[in-house]
């Protein structure tokens, strides 16, 4: 389903601080208003999907059903090919309760560390869901392929992004300037497709 997003307010359905100054930040040239998750004080559900699509759509759905409001919400994480796409829709999980991404990062590399020349390729997906209170929904994917170094380098981002280097750079997601990984992040890449569609 495809339809026109009239500027107005739009929940930003994350509790994730990294995502939603992202998402705010490309939400900015649309004119739409966005309000997060933790201001209109709504829960954080239970991210029950096997597919990285599922759980957007069930974040955005719960979202705009207690909001009355249009809600976007964004599914993310980094798949690592030697690893099976591991960690995947499991990438926050993968940090714990007290949302340690050094210790995540440090189980990557023991993983591959058990794989002989196992290859470093890997990529981070995007999915965003935008659901209306009306039932109407729309969702896309974006994705960005690089590789991961050791150690992790720089803190400009958040989860990952010390580890993950674009193919054809040599600065970490941690090291690059926010904002041009906001032009050529997974984030980035799904935005322009949502941006095709709604606005
Ligand atoms: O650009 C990124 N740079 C680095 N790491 C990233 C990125 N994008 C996703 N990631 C990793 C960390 C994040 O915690 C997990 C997503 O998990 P995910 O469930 O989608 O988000 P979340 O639980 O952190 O917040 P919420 O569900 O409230 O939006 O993947
Ligand atoms: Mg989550």
């Known amino acids: ?9 739009l929940v930003v359905a994350s509790h994730n ?3 939603v100054r992202e998402i705010t930040a490309l939400l900015g ?9 933790a201001e209109m004080d709504l829960p954080e559900p239970e991210e029950t999907g096997t597919t990285f699509a599922a759980n957007a759509l069930l974040k955005a759905r719960q979202a705009a059903d207690l909001s009355g409001l249009p809600a976007l919400a964004d ?33 990557i590399e023991a993983k591959l560390g058990d794989i002989k020349d196992a290859p470093r390729d890997a990529h981070f997906v995007c999915a965003l869901a935008l659901c209306w209170p009306d039932g109407g929904e729309v969702e896309v994917e974006g994705r960005v392929d690089g590789a991961l170094v050791n150690p992790p380098r720089g803190d400009r981002g958040f989860g990952y992004d010390p580890m993950f280097v674009r193919s054809g750079d040599d600065q970490t997601f941690g090291e690059i300037d926010p904002d041009l990984k906001h032009r050529i992040s997974h984030r980035a890449d799904a935005f322009a497709k949502l941006v095709g569609l709604v606005f």
Request: net charge positive; charged share 30%.
């Open 17 to 19: 601080p990294g995502k």
């Open 1 to 9: 389903m495809s339809r026109k997003l009239l500027p107005g307010r």
């Open 29 to 37: 040239a649309y004119g739409a208003e966005p309000v997060s998750a």
């Open 75 to 107: 599914d993310s994480g980094l798949c690592v090919d030697a690893l099976n796409g591991d960690p995947g829709i499991f990438s926050a999980r993968w940090a714990g309760e007290s949302k340690d991404f050094g210790e995540a990062m440090r189980r």
